[in-house]
């Protein structure tokens, strides 16, 4: 007995199409997963990034509380900046660590370096923000005690390394 080919004709090739297209699916969700991971790749080293500058910027910080503690206010200067240490701000100026031109900054010894891993530079600046009260309400006895009065020292400090995260920290810091 013959078996009629008139319904094998019709489907030829058939499969090939549906293969290729499944194929051509499988190759767009692959290129799709190999781009998502490879965008978490870039995000995760940014997030990395910016933790050694974080942790940069704030061994910065500290170690400008530490000047700030040893600057005696008499050393403060008049106006301007010296070595990192900065006089009263002026309130109509604009704020000295957002000019470019600024170049008054203390370069920050670098204690968290270690072989295998470069610590993004900072640096720091420290700016005499005038007396203030040591404990609450000593400002309202009349004489002011001067013994209530602390110096109170705004610092600033930043990562500054060529094409790393920029990271800017400022704190407030009453010496007691």
């Keep these: 007995m013959k078996i009629p080919f008139h319904h094998s004709r019709r489907q030829q090739g058939a499969s090939l199409v549906v293969v290729l297209i499944l194929l051509l699916l499988m190759t ?7 781009r998502g991971t490879t965008m978490e790749e870039r ?5 990395y990034d910016r933790s050694l500058s974080f942790q ?3 061994s910065a910080l500290r ?8 600057t005696p206010v008499a050393s403060v200067p008049a106006s301007g900046c010296s070595d990192g240490v900065c006089s009263l701000p002026d309130p109509t100026a604009a704020d000295r660590w ?5 170049n008054g900054w203390r370069s920050a010894s670098n204690d968290l370096a270690d072989g295998n891993v470069p610590m993004p530079t900072a640096s720091y600046i420290i700016e005499y923000m005038g007396m203030t009260p040591s404990w609450p309400a000593c400002d309202r006895k009349i004489p002011v005690d001067a013994l209530c009065l602390t110096p109170r020292f705004r610092i600033t400090a930043i990562s500054d390394s060529a094409d790393r995260s920029v990271v800017l920290l400022q704190t407030t810091y009453n010496v007691q």
Aim: charge should be negative.
């Design 28 to 34: 767009l969700l692959g290129l799709a997963m190999l």
């Design 43 to 47: 995000m995760t080293a940014n997030l």
């Design 56 to 58: 940069a910027v704030e």
């Design 63 to 70: 170690q400008g509380e530490a000047l700030a503690r040893a």
């Design 98 to 102: 957002l000019s470019a031109s600024f």
